[in-house]
């Protein structure tokens, strides 16, 4: 099996300079790809995973890791192979002999756009070479369901049943179980203590997972990565904050929250100064432990946390499923200066990742919000990246801002999370 890292050569357009940090990853791409096969040589890659990134100019960062990532049916199918190739080697990284693959998805019935995810994933998995089934957790699908998606694909839902230490459903016995759920609301009882391997781990889901630790990962990934290239840390990494117990309802923890953002507030401010970055510091506070772009809000100021009218509490009280918010992180927000079209429609870049290869992503777009604020939310669309050929390395021939070199930029960010992601499984296994 070929062990390079594959990145997808961009053609979509894109606007902003191209700037010192970009180039600097570019003319140390020898070093930057030998410094990733060593520690791949020392750590399993997450399954799969995607990354939120946002490109400020001056910095770019990733903001947000998902471990159970949905929107495969929005990747390129130009280069379905890419993703094939990729599932391969993250079968055979499990060492273990696997011929039939089970997935769990969330419990959803009626949103159609997340099992057009689910049918792609499927069938991704299905072309390179598993047997693959989907097995729902839903106490009301109590048998095969099939569902017809717009895409003209469908996908049939069979409830998991447990047969002593296995989970099967109906006569499918399963090598590997691969979750497309995050577990938002807790483990699942029937999937406790069986003997077949679960890919992300359980214990990554967001009942005990907490985007502070992730980040707690990448900062120390960022300052080796920094020290490898020589450049300041904080180019690639977004600072950030996080409090004990908080109740917003109950205004419980508002003085830890109020003290962490102006500490942070100040923080960034320090560092726009040293950096010459005429921009109004921002950050993001958003639940320790959620998905789906809920929980979170953009604060500019202290007043901003005491004032929080009850809309804007309830809106933070809860997450996925009625989830309830103990816990937040406070985040440095990075601005994006990347727009799509001639409406110039604010965007971000969504890396997605199979095993340690970079196989697509796409932009998150949305023309009701502002270059600070979370696109994660109602009325966003996505605009998939287009590839015209596939490399493995920047075009030290092209022009430093060309597209293809600029995607590698963002192919390496991505990584630098993944890895973060791949030393936060380590510690919880």
């Known amino acids: 099996m070929n062990e390079i890292t594959t990145v997808p050569h961009l053609t979509t357009a894109l606007t902003g300079p191209f700037q010192n940090l970009e180039r600097l990853i570019l003319e140390n791409q020898v070093s930057i790809e030998s410094w990733f096969r060593s520690a791949w040589r020392q750590i399993n890659a997450p399954f799969y995973a995607s990354v939120d990134l946002r490109n400020a100019g001056y910095k770019i960062a990733p903001v947000d890791t998902n471990l159970f990532p949905a929107g495969f049916n929005n990747l390129n199918p130009a280069f379905e192979a890419l993703c094939i190739q990729a599932i391969q080697m993250a079968v055979e990284h499990i060492k273990q002999p696997i011929d039939k693959i089970l997935i769990i998805p969330e419990n959803h019935t009626r949103n159609l756009f997340y099992l057009e995810n689910i049918a792609s994933l499927q069938s991704m998995i299905e072309k390179a070479g598993f047997e693959t089934r989907i097995g729902s957790l839903m106490p009301d699908i109590d048998a095969p369901t099939k569902i017809d998606l717009e895409s003209s694909k469908s996908v049939l839902l069979e ?248 995607f590698y930029t963002y192919g390496v960010i991505a990584r630098l999370a993944l890895l973060a992601a791949a030393r936060e499984i380590t510690s919880v296994v």
């Open 159 to 406: 409830p998991v049943v447990r047969d002593g230490d296995r989970v099967l459903v109906n006569d499918f016995n399963p090598d590997l179980i691969l979750l497309n759920n995050d577990l938002a609301t807790g483990m699942p009882e029937i999937l406790n203590n069986i003997e077949q391997t679960i890919t992300p781990p359980m214990s990554l889901g967001w009942s005990s997972r907490l985007k502070s630790d992730h980040f707690g990962f990448y900062q120390q990934v960022a300052q080796e990565f920094a020290s490898l290239v020589d450049m300041d840390p904080w180019l690639i990494d977004p600072m950030f904050r996080n409090c004990g117990e908080v109740d917003f309802m109950k205004r419980e923890g508002v003085d830890c929250l109020s003290k962490n953002v102006e500490s942070l507030l100040s923080a960034i401010k320090t560092k726009y100064d040293e950096h010459n970055v005429n921009c109004e510091p921002f950050v993001m506070v958003k639940a320790d432990a959620g998905t789906y772009g809920m929980g979170v809000m953009t604060i500019r100021s202290v007043d901003e946390i005491t004032e929080l009218n009850r809309k804007e509490r309830t809106k933070m009280a809860t997450t996925k499923e009625g989830k309830k918010v103990t816990k937040v992180i406070i985040q440095e927000g990075v601005y994006t200066h990347e727009t799509w079209g001639a409406e110039e429609t604010v965007a971000e870049p969504v890396v997605y990742m199979l095993d340690h290869q970079v196989v697509g992503g796409f932009y998150r777009v949305h023309d009701k919000r502002s270059a600070s604020q979370n696109l994660n939310a109602p009325g966003m669309r996505f605009e998939p990246l287009a590839f015209d050929d596939c490399c493995i390395s920047p075009d030290p021939n092209q022009d430093m801002d060309c597209r293809q070199n600029r």
